[in-house]
């Protein structure tokens, strides 16, 4: 008789290791969801890479921190070769960081080289047009900083003073680190960048001799520094600074964080919703 139980007492001993397995099943499943649904609730942000004429590609981790430390998940983009590619790219992503670097061809905005103060990376031009392009087709929301704004810029048909120094008689090239606040800039009232910051004077850190001259289509100047000098613009989904606020970030000063938040907030809505 005893031989004849053993069999129930292994159904009953499987059929609970069954049991336990699959709730440990279960349980991991409702775990590894959760931390899927939660990574998806974050805003996907590309940011492009710096692109040297021999192919070399750099970015700053600063960038990246600000994009993270702002709520969403950074993606740094190669240099891209190709309207196709860029939209698969694009594709993969919520909103778009168009980063610092060298100056614009000033063919894109139909001027001549005005002198040796003008450096270019052609490669980078043309990958950077081809993701500005793509990415106001596809209504994804933009931050241009430094560079980048004026890229932005110039692929809205604006145009840019090519050497402040020059043609303006004003330097914007700081000697003070680069999380250090160099200069004021005023704000204007109503704007969308005034909205988030909600003051009417800040200081910027300062790294670029050229700036916007005309703006383009749709473009909004919305900051200013003290000496006339475009410092920043709005249009619908788009925002532009000539500073570097991912720079200050890194030192500590937050002062611009609301700025990133509220990019990475409007990544995340539909594309209907305007800032």
Known sequence: MAGKKRPHKNRQTKSTMISLFRTLFLTLLVVISGS???????????????????????????????????????IVLPEVRSEEEADKLLGLVDGLVMTGGADIQPAYYGESVLSETVECVPVRDSSDFLLVRTAL?????????????QVLNVALGGSLYQDLPTQCGVRHYQRQPDETPSHPILLERGSWLYGILQR???????FHHQSVKRPGKGVRICARGLDGVVEAFEGERIIGVQFHPEKLMAGGDDTFLPLLQDFI???????????
């Open 200 to 206: 009417d004077t800040l200081a910027v850190n300062s």
């Open 137 to 149: 087709r596809r209504a994804l929301p933009i931050l241009g900083i430094c560079r980048g704004a």
């Open 36 to 74: 899927l649904r939660t990574a998806l609730a974050q805003p996907v942000i590309g940011i492009s890479a710096s692109v040297s004429q021999n192919g070399t590609m750099r970015l700053s981790a600063d960038y990246a921190d600000a994009v993270r430390k702002a709520g969403g998940i950074p």
């Open 265 to 275: 907030r409007l990544a995340g809505q539909p594309k209907s919703i305007e800032p």
